[in-house]
């Protein structure tokens, strides 16, 4: 079992900055992929930001050069620069352990113009 929590939402104006965290905890060592993905409201989930064990990462398009993540044995973080309203959207976590998926609860990012 993966249990995972997030932290550092919050309401920012356009051009700011956020940093979001998730905590891991239970068997973080069988976690290999860890994602952030976003849904806003009226919106499918999508995914923002991908980071294997390795280190390797990719990013949607909308994202690419403002969004980084990064992660240690047991946190994964979101760096957002550059914000803009259509970031608004609750951000979760996700990891990929043992052949399972887990989310966390989620973290509200509301970007005003």
């Known amino acids: 079992q993966v249990q995972l929590v997030e932290s550092g939402g919050g309401l920012v104006q356009a051009g700011g900055s956020l940093r979001l965290s998730c905590a891991a905890k239970?068997?973080?060592?069988?976690?290999?992929?860890m994602t952030w993905h976003r849904q806003a409201l009226g919106k499918q989930r999508e995914l923002v930001a991908a980071?294997?064990?390795?280190?390797s990462t990719n990013y949607a398009d909308s994202v690419k050069g403002r969004f980084t993540i990064s992660r240690t044995l047991n946190t994964v973080s979101l760096q957002m620069n550059s914000l803009k309203p259509e970031d608004t959207a609750v951000y979760y976590c996700?990891?990929?352990?043992?052949?399972?998926?887990?989310w966390g609860q989620g973290t509200q990012v509301t970007v005003s113009s």
């Open positions: 239970g068997m973080i060592s069988s976690i290999n992929r």
């Open positions: 996700n990891a990929n352990a043992m052949s399972r998926s887990y």
């Open positions: 980071i294997t064990s390795g280190g």
